[in-house]
Every structure is written in structure tokens, then in C-alpha cells.
Nanobody
Framework: VQLVESGGGLVQPGGSLRLSCQAS????????VSWLRQAPGKGREDLLCINLQDVTTDYLDSVKGRFTLSRDNAKKTVYLQMDNLKPEDTAVYYC????????????????WGQGTLVTVSS
């Protein structure tokens, strides 16, 4: 099973982007999906998770109220909507899942995608 992110790019501060996560070999309709990011020279930051009941768990205070998760079951896709982006949001963004129904801390059982780069700059 592989996860694939898309939707990254260059955006100005205050702008918005929507990232997508899809899976090959498995339907994300049946899985909790987490998002995390890693900026150059910095450690991993776990962001949010959406479970099978579409309940979102926030892991990082600095993105609360700006980043939201949603699903489109018809497209078997999970979206990370990012609003009011700041330069410090610049990072490679990854989706991850252990293909279970619940949000648990991202760990060794999670599969990650290849990541998509988000650059916030004027």
C-alpha cells in the first residue's frame, strides 16, 4: 500500500492551499489519516488526524483554526485545507496512516507518502 500526497506549491503569506492524500492498494475511506510536516533542518511536527468517524484530533497548537481535515469518500481522498499560511509553515508535508480506524500517535506502524513541498513566501 502506498500513500500519495499532492497539491503543494508556492503561496504568499496569508494565502491558502489544499493538499490531497490518496492510497493505492487500499481505500482511505476505511482508515484514519494523519498529516505531519518536516521543515529543512527541523524535526518532525505532527499536525492533525481524522478518524473513521470524521472526528479530527489536533496535535499542533500553531495550526489550530488554520488547518482543517476533510474526506471525500467518492474520491477516496483526504484533504488538508491550509488557510492563513505563514512563512513558518514552509515544509514538506506528509500524510500517514496505519490503516486502522482510530487516530493514534504516528509511529513505526504508519506508512507515509513521499511528501509534497509547501513554500510560503512573498
Amino acid at each position: 500500500v502506498q500513500l500519495v500526497e499532492s497539491g503543494g506549491g508556492l503561496v504568499q503569506p496569508g494565502g491558502s492551499l489544499r493538499l490531497s492524500c490518496q492510497a493505492s492498494g487500499f481505500s482511505l475511506n476505511f482508515a484514519a489519516v494523519s498529516w505531519l510536516r518536516q521543515a529543512p533542518g527541523k524535526g518532525r511536527e505532527d499536525l492533525l488526524c481524522i478518524n473513521l468517524q470524521d472526528v479530527t484530533t489536533d496535535y499542533l497548537d500553531s495550526v489550530k483554526g488554520r488547518f482543517t481535515l476533510s474526506r471525500d469518500n467518492a474520491k477516496k481522498t483526504v484533504y488538508l485545507q491550509m488557510d492563513n499560511l505563514k512563512p513558518e509553515d514552509t515544509a514538506v508535508y506528509y500524510c500517514a496512516s496505519d490503516f486502522g480506524p482510530n487516530c493514534v500517535g504516528i509511529g513505526p506502524s504508519h506508512t507515509w507518502g513521499q511528501g509534497t513541498l509547501v513554500t510560503v513566501s512573498s
